[in-house]
């Protein structure tokens, strides 16, 4: 081929790709990179970045000018208003929900009722991010929330992970920071100090997800990746395999090695200093031990084989620790499982999952039934 025909080619392509691009504007198609790499919290969602979100489930997606997927809101709180802060991961964040179907805001829109007949209303504001841990909610609480100046501090926490997520030992994430306990006291583990490393990886980052961000044609095709890779992953799963995905079977039992033990007790020492920290802020703070999928499928034999397959005789060995430890600390807790386990027999419905995949996140039932559940403990104590 010579020169012209090259060249020839080569503008084709061009042209292609940009008919391409103008067409995927026009029809406002877009997947973008909706994270950045952060020196202090590992992560975090890139503020003022919108698209379109498309695992279990299809959303559009914003972030707002703080950097959390909710609306903007002024720091300055309202007159009348109980303003809730919820800190979270993945659960909470909800990417697989519209924002009004979010746990958190159907809680709003409960408890704005029930305060109604006070002329109060509730404003509640998220701050949770995909993949969070313990420490990073935290850290979070400390960095971002009282400018808005809350009543509340709610502290979701998700059993299926966030115990794996708070050790290093366990995980080992390269980009999370970690925390130990040194004569009893949260430091920061120096295996997750910040470096060269990521500095240069970040730099890195920052321009490759620039290029994407500004090209809807490689985020259509990462896109179309993506959901292969997944459909590859669990094809060949069946309910079992999806409801345990992504899930350690080590947390439906009492610690049997030191790093479970450890990443106990740094669990129970960061909730600690969650407390502390909004006490001092003049707030009150709750903890909500979320459900993770086996623990709600509506079919219990199913529930009652994956126990023995475990080796344990329930599946609530987190929750009721936490609620415990909760009860302990005198933090007000709701525990979920039970309300949810309840609705999904009932009902003959499952709470997590979409489709053929009968795991991961919280569907839209899930959200509704978990906002109301929590509305109403909250209204219970606010409401009057």
């Known amino acids: 081929m010579n020169r012209a025909n090259l060249l020839t080619l080569f503008a084709s392509l061009l042209l292609a790709l940009a008919m391409a691009e103008i067409a995927l504007r026009i029809a406002g198609i877009s997947y973008p990179e909706f994270n950045r790499l952060d020196a202090r919290l590992g992560w975090a969602p890139r503020a003022g970045v919108e698209g379109t979100y498309a695992f279990e489930g299809r959303t559009y997606l914003r972030i707002n000018g703080d950097g ?8 300055a709180k309202p007159e009348g208003v109980l303003r809730v802060a919820v800190l979270g991961d993945s659960f909470t964040e909800a990417r697989e929900v519209a924002l009004g179907d979010t746990y958190w805001k159907v ?9 109604a007949a006070s002329g109060q209303k509730a404003e509640v504001l998220g701050f949770a991010v995909n993949g969070y841990g313990t420490a990073q909610q935290l850290m979070v609480l400390e960095d971002s929330v009282w400018r808005y100046d809350p009543d509340v501090v709610v ?4 059993t299926g992970n966030d115990l794996w997520n708070n050790s290093f030992d366990l995980e080992g ?13 949260l430091a920061p ?34 896109q179309a990746y993506k959901r292969a890779r997944t459909w590859a992953e669990h094809r060949d799963d069946g309910v079992s395999g999806q409801l345990m995905a992504g899930l350690n079977s080590a947390l439906y039992r009492e610690p049997q090695d030191e790093s479970w033990r450890e990443t106990w007790n740094i669990t129970e020492a960061l909730i600690r200093a ?3 920290n909004v006490s001092a802020n003049g707030a009150e703070f709750w903890l909500v031990t979320l459900s993770n999928p086996v623990q709600v499928h509506p079919d219990g034999a199913l529930r009652a084989q994956i126990a023995a397959d475990l080796g344990v005789t329930d599946l609530t060995y987190a929750d009721r ?9 005198s933090i007000p807790a ?42 109403q403990r909250l209204c219970a104590v606010y409401g009057s």
Not at 173 to 183: E, G, I, M
Not at 355 to 375: C, I, M, Q, R
């Open 334 to 375: 709701v525990t979920l499982v039970d309300p949810l386990r309840a609705y999904a027999e009932t009902h003959g419905t499952g709470l997590h999952g979409s489709g053929d995949f009968a795991g991961g996140h919280w569907n839209p039932t899930g959200h509704k039934v978990t906002g109301e559940l929590l509305s």
């Open 189 to 222: 583990d120096p295996r997750s100090a910040k470096g060269l490393r990521f500095t240069v990886k970040k730099v890195w980052s920052d321009i490759k997800h620039g290029l994407f961000n500004a090209l809807r044609t490689i985020q259509l095709g990462r």
């Open 321 to 329: 620790r936490l609620a415990r430890f909760a009860e302990t600390e």
């Open 173 to 185: 994430h390269s980009d999370r920071p970690y925390r130990v306990l040194r004569d009893g006291e």
């Open 274 to 276: 969650m407390k502390k």
């Open 155 to 158: 502290l979701a926490f998700f």
């Open 107 to 115: 809680m709003e829109r409960g408890l704005s009722g029930c305060l």
């Open 68 to 75: 959390f997927r909710d609306v903007d809101h002024d720091p």
